[in-house]
């Protein structure tokens, strides 16, 4: 197991490519803390690894709110002592016409997607800093660095998100953080069940794809930096 005694903290773990990546990431040793809203379903998902005999912890927060944001940093320093990865994959997407799109559309994404990402980062850098270690690995997507028609609103966030991971591996490096930004496509999670359009789901990466992409970035040799990883598949590639 190759993150064995690590301290990861996983947003967005409800669900999707969240509970997948607390799933993989516990595979490997780690100690995860998972976060989202869902309390239900986090706590469901935590009682689930915590009999598989993994070292879990559900703390139920919003991440566009900066308390509860450093409540779940309190806690993961209070239960295991220390942190070592933070995955941002929190996330809401809408995909509708660029003139049908309204401003609580854009609200919402700009604030979860990415001032959450912004505030948990800069909560976990600030341990992490203390520490002269750490990763942090953002879920951009890939329509954080490729466009595609009715996501205006969602890439104008993701778009956001690029740009903070891309000043974040300059600002942190010096501190022994490392940063890296994960682009992927077409994952086939609940993120489509709420959007109306004609998607082959049978064709995209699994949400089991997208979390050993994580593990991946997360097990680098210490001496390395995963910057960028992009990973879609093969019939809904965007350039």
Known sequence: MRLTQQVAIITGASGGIGAATARALAAEGAHVVLTARRGEVLHELTEALLAGGHEALAVAADVTDAAQVAEVVRQAQETFGHIDLLVNAAGVGILKPFLDLTEADLDQMLAVNCKGTFLMSQAVARVMAMQKRGTIINVVGVLGRAPMANSAGYAASKYAVNGLSKVLAQDLRRLGIRTTALYLGG?????????????????????????????????????????????????????
Request: charged share 20%; glycine share 0%; no cysteine.
């Open 187 to 239: 994952v086939d999670s609940p993120f489509w069940d709420a959007i109306d359009m004609r998607v082959q789901r049978d064709k995209m990466l699994s949400v089991t794809d997208a979390a050993n992409a994580v593990v991946y970035a997360a097990t680098q040799p210490d001496a390395l930096v995963l910057n960028e990883l992009v990973l879609q598949p093969e019939s809904h590639q965007l350039l």
